[in-house]
């Protein structure tokens, strides 16, 4: 079976490119995102919605209204996750303009240049046909790049997630996201407290934007409603109380993840990846998420089945073994 180049279903779409010359092989996750500048003034607004399962009819779609001038604002309050209802007000067509492209910009920066996919080849293999696709550099181990694309849509157009973008009335206001339901500051940097080791004399700061951090909440699987905090099944082993602050990580290295309160990618952020690389790919088993930082440190480790192949090229030898890495 030869790599699968895409798999395209309702919960997202997914791209297999071969490594070409000097760039790496990809696997790149394309969610289609329709936007909608919710009118703060509606009985839908004061009401809160869930998301559907992927490939749901869609249903009524969230009304939405974009104000020429501060004179044709809608005013209401627009209920957040937390059932709180925050004063908000109608979108300006610059304002809406400008928050479309950066919650593009911000939630792609946050989830790219992190992730790298090894083919470890236990247990099962690849062919050298599609061993040879993961080399972009022959002094770099043959590896997989992880990549998230935001594809932003028209209302309407079958998109596999549409998220409601509130404008808050009072800038800071507070305001709980989910995924189905963020604000005009969702796309700013925030800090977050971790609150869940105190017991144990552990605190801690991390930053996060919201708004990529509610997009992980869409990768899910085909079957389920949301992709889960880092540490959600742990958290429901507990007692209530403690159930909302654990999800988001036990550990202060768990709450750094994109689906705790931070914006690294870990082996849980990384799993929609990992479960489409091993439907794309005859390898069901031997795919590894390494953090790209990590990933830097072994460069030097280019396997001996990459020389071999290499070789078999005509490639030189002494190209494996300078040890310059561009
Ligand atoms: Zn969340």
Redesign the pocket.
Known sequence: MAIRPFILEPNYDSFFDRAQTGQPAQLRIRLKVTLVPLDPSTAWARSSHAAKLPGSPPGPLPPSHLAASEADFKRGSVVD?SAQPVPCRSWLVSEWQDFTRRFKSIVETVWNNQMVFLPTENGDSLSDADFRQLIGNPKVPAHVAGVLEIDLQPTGAGSHAIIEVAHLANPGATFR???TRITDESVQYGEHNFTAGRARGIGGKTGQFAAA??V??WLRDPGSK?FD?IDRSYAVTLPRAQQDNA??GRTLGRYYSI?GGGTVVTDHDATPWISRLRRQTPMKLGWMYVHRIDFRRSLSDVSARQKRLLLAAGFLPQILQSGQIP
Request: no cysteine.
């Open positions: 996750a996201d989910r995924m951090h509610e992980g909440h949301v905090h999800q988001y689906m």
